[in-house]
Structures are given as C-alpha cells and as structure tokens.
T-cell receptor
Framework: GENVEQHPSTLSVQEGDSAVIKCTYS??????FPWYKQELGKRPQLIID?????GEKKDQRIAVTLNKTAKHFSLHITETQPEDSAVYFC????????????FGKGTKLSVKP | DVKVTQSSRYLVKRTGEKVFLECVQD?????MFWYRQDPGLGLRLIYF???????EKGDIPEGYSVSREKKERFSLILESASTNQTSMYLC??????????????FGSGTRLTVV
C-alpha cells in the first residue's frame, strides 16, 4: 500500500534556531499534505496543510514546502520556542481521494531554552 | 469546545473481555476513523467509515470490529481483548470533501491497558 516516510524521528534544537522535518511519499496522485502537532498528553491538531497546486505555504513561524517531482514535503519552524516541543506528524492521502490519511511515524521535537 | 469526544480517557480491561470504545462528533462529519498510536509506530489506521452502516478496513483491523449506527457515533469493538491491544486509541473525523481530502479533527484519545 501507500506509505509516507518521515525524518528525523527525533530532533533537538536550541531556542531560536530553525527546525526542519521532511516526509516523502510514494503516490504521485497524492494532492493534500497536512502536518499535525501533538503535545504531550494531548490530541494531534492540524497546524498547516498544503495542496499540490502550490509549492509553499506559510503561517507565521511555520511553513510547509512541497516538491512534487521529488515526492517530498517539509515542515519548517523558524525562531523555535519551548512551546514548539511536541511530536509532529506528516500525512498523505491513502489512495488519492478516499478521505483517509496515512501518517508518518512522527518526529519528536525538543526545543531547549 | 470539544468537537470529537471519546467516552473514556483511561480504561483497564482483562484479557478476553469484550471492550467498547465510543467516539462521538458534533460537526456532522461523514467520515470517521479509528487509529491506534504506539511509540515508534506512529498512528496506524484500524477502521474507517464514510457513512452510516458503512465500514472499511484499515491497515490493522485484526482483532477489532466497528459499528456506525448513527452519523455522529463510531464505536470500536475489541471482541476479545489481548495484551497486545494495550495502546492509545484515537478517533478522528472529517467532512466528506467530494473526493477532496480534508484535515482531521481528533478526539483526546483513550489509553487502554489490557491485563
């Protein structure tokens, strides 16, 4: 079946530095790429998403970039803060338009003050 | 303003018990999903449903079944709980996008321990 690979599995940065998490997918028909943030003990929450008709989307300190040729998309967090510490998941639509997502295994981001 | 509610936050059950995990959403979403979350394995899809009385197997349906008798409620059933089903279970829902995938809203999760 389809899958999505997420790297790195853990990431530790100093406060104020940037963090980048990358995901690769296999289905060239995929057209929607969301990122979820899960803080400790809480539910995953959608923080940003991108559709295949754009290459980049920004929302304050977070951005997502998409490279359809290489089949990868990345989450960029600038000026990291301790509250950015969480597990981040990327996801890819399974089967193109079935409405269900295949999730990456997650990246645990630690931002050290 | 909780929109996806899972009935239990923590559950402890005995091996062999039949277990029901309930999920209710108040957003009139057509699509509902059950995932389990385990360290190092991320979120794995168990079952999903696109409409009342409809269900589809996900990647790891073995040992589970589901019920969707009403649009707002999607139940996950462990027919005979086993210790390897100890996990965090997450329910999610999303609007039917006419073939266009939309973002999920997740419930808070149920941490199930089978002893």
């Amino acid at each position: 079946g389809e899958n999505v690979e997420q790297h790195p599995s853990t990431l530790s940065v100093q406060e104020g530095d940037s963090a980048v998490i990358k995901c690769t997918y296999s289905d060239s028909a995929s057209n929607y790429f969301p990122w979820y943030k899960q803080e400790l003990g809480k539910r995953p929450q959608l923080i940003i998403d991108i559709r295949s008709n754009v290459g980049e989307k920004k929302d304050q300190r977070i951005a997502v970039t998409l490279n359809k040729t290489a089949k990868h998309f990345s989450l960029h967090i600038t000026e990291t803060q301790p509250e950015d510490s969480a597990v981040y998941f990327c996801a890819d639509p399974y089967g193109g338009s079935q409405g269900n997502l295949i999730f990456g295994k997650g990246t645990k981001l630690s931002v050290k003050p | 303003d909780v929109k996806v509610t899972q009935s239990s936050r923590y559950l402890v059950k005995r091996t062999g018990e039949k277990v029901f995990l309930e999920c209710v959403q108040d957003m009139d979403h057509e699509n509902m999903f059950w995932y389990r979350q385990d360290p190092g394995l991320g979120l794995r899809l168990i079952y999903f449903s696109y409409d009342v009385k409809m269900k589809e197997k996900g990647d790891i349906p073995e040992g589970y079944s589901v019920s969707r008798e009403k649009k707002e409620r999607f139940s996950l059933i462990l027919e005979s709980a086993s210790t390897n089903q100890t996990s965090m279970y997450l329910c999610a829902s999303t609007i039917e996008g006419g073939g266009r995938v939309e973002g999920y809203t997740f419930g808070s999760g149920t941490r199930l321990t089978v002893v």
